[in-house]
């Protein structure tokens, strides 16, 4: 009888931890509706991102780049960790330039976008630009 008491007693133990980590995790789940404005703010910016990203195919690009020591794969890694503001700001600055800038302007964007993911520390190209914190 004492060997059934023991079980029952771990069993009791046991199903006590898994009900309490079971409580734990949804109370942390808050469901909420996701606004259109939301998912379209989303799909933008990730329409704007790959605009970006396509713009490193350009024969021009990756030469220029290549000849100032920076690779294609670094700058894809940029974009990608640019927030939807700094992606929106590019963009604007892309649709604002001259009609001739093509190639010339799309390296100053990315330099730009090396400039400030050096000042915020998410990465260490430029030994000049010291970082923000």
């Known amino acids: 009888m004492s060997y059934m008491y023991s079980i029952k007693r771990y069993m009791a133990v046991i199903l ?10 949804t109370a942390y789940a808050q469901p909420s509706m996701i606004g259109t404005h ?3 703010a989303e799909q933008q910016m990730n329409v704007d991102r790959d605009a970006l990203i396509a ?20 700058v894809e890694q940029r974009i990608n960790s640019l927030t939807a503001a700094e992606l929106a700001e ?3 600055q892309l649709e604002n330039a001259p009609a001739g800038a093509g190639v010339i302007g799309v390296i100053v964007l990315f330099l730009l976008v ?5 000042m915020l520390c998410a990465t260490n ?8 914190r």
């Open 16 to 25: 006590s931890v898994v009900f309490l980590l079971g409580s734990i995790t």
């Open 38 to 40: 939301e998912v379209v």
């Open 55 to 74: 713009m490193l195919d350009e024969g021009e690009v990756q030469d220029k780049l290549a000849s100032m020591g920076v690779s294609p794969e670094q």
């Open 90 to 92: 590019f963009n604007q």
């Open 114 to 118: 090396f400039i400030i993911t050096d």
């Open 125 to 132: 190209i430029y030994n000049f630009i010291n970082c923000v």
